[in-house]
């Protein structure tokens, strides 16, 4: 016979919220963006930036940064 498991409550996850303020820039009257927009997925679709490429996480698109020698 199965012993069934006692249920527990669930609980809120606990993450980091986004920080879109963090992808732009304000000089004078223009906005900046910091981060590239995906060429797949299009405006409004940033890439994230690793250490050594720019990854999409909505299409998992990914570009290598050459290293300069």
Do not use: N, Q
Not at 4 to 22: C, N, P, V
Not at 38 to 59: E, T
């Amino acid at each position: 016979m199965i012993a069934m498991l006692a249920k527990g409550k669930k609980t809120a996850k606990k993450g980091l919220k986004t920080r879109i303020h963090t992808y732009y820039k304000i000089t004078g009257g223009k906005v900046d963006r910091l981060r590239k927009f995906c060429p797949v997925c299009g405006p409004g679709v940033f890439m994230a930036k690793h250490k050594d490429r720019w990854s999409c996480g909505k299409c998992g698109y990914t570009e290598w940064i050459k290293e300069k020698k």
